[in-house]
T-cell receptor, first 112, second 114 residues
Framework: QKEVEQNSGPLSVPEGAIASLNCTYSDRGSQSFFWYRQYSGKSPELIMFIYSNGDKEDGRFTAQLNKASQYVSLLIRDSQPSDSATYLCAVSEGGATNKLIFGTGTLLAVQP | DTEVTQTPKHLVMGMTNKKSLKCEQHMGHRAMYWYKQKAKKPPELMFVYSYEKLSINESVPSRFSPECPNSSLLNLHLHALQPEDSALYLC?????????????FGPGTRLTVT
């Protein structure tokens, strides 16, 4: 059974701080990794994806991938109250259907 | 443009009703998905259509019946649902032609079964 694990939180950080969200996965053959942000009552929104080891930056977001440790993380710099949401880590099984395995999500609360 | 639309936004139905959920995308994506999401849980995959053919059915009860009339449309037909089927139903689409496909979600249909 392929698994993706996240700390459910809540992770509380002060406004302006760096929020660090972590995810581990069980399938060593996984190739594609995604972070979704989900506000309460809304649908998931894709905010980052990463396919290669290392860091990938987009604005205030940085995704980090370490395939040897089977670890993916998302850093949010200069956290804002509007970043308060549940962050879902997802790992793709690949192939024609691109089935995603989701973690349980981490609730982030940014305190003003 | 990464827009997936879903109708209706909210649906209340009795256990004997028949209703349908509709999903549409015009991004040329050839994979489309139905998910069910309960409160404080991650999305749970129900069905996958790839090139308009059903490729994955995650052992979903037959009271849920998917249909893909063309490459842009995906329907989910509902019949004789149970109160525990109340949830947010999400549609997503993915572009398989450009390598590892990123899935984009629609806004969802909030379903309440009474």
């Amino acid at each position: 059974q392929k698994e993706v694990e996240q700390n459910s939180g809540p992770l509380s950080v002060p406004e302006g701080a760096i929020a660090s969200l972590n995810c581990t996965y069980s399938d060593r053959g996984s190739q594609s990794f995604f972070w979704y942000r989900q506000y309460s009552g809304k649908s998931p929104e894709l905010i980052m994806f990463i396919y290669s080891n290392g860091d990938k930056e987009d604005g205030r977001f940085t995704a980090q991938l370490n395939k040897a440790s089977q670890y993916v993380s998302l850093l949010i710099r200069d956290s804002q109250p509007s970043d308060s949401a549940t962050y879902l880590c997802a790992v793709s099984e690949g192939g024609a259907t691109n089935k995603l395995i989701f973690g349980t999500g981490t609730l982030l609360a940014v305190q003003p | 443009d990464t827009e997936v639309t879903q109708t209706p936004k909210h649906l209340v139905m009795g256990m004997t009703n028949k209703k349908s959920l509709k999903c549409e995308q015009h991004m040329g994506h050839r994979a489309m998905y139905w998910y069910k999401q309960k409160a404080k849980k991650p999305p749970e995959l129900m069905f996958v259509y790839s090139y308009e053919k059903l490729s994955i059915n995650e052992s979903v009860p037959s009271r849920f019946s998917p249909e893909c009339p063309n490459s842009s449309l995906l329907n989910l037909h509902l019949h004789a649902l149970q109160p525990e089927d109340s949830a947010l139903y999400l549609c997503a689409s993915s572009d398989q032609s450009a390598g590892p496909g990123k899935q984009y979600f629609g806004p969802g249909t909030r379903l309440t079964v009474t």
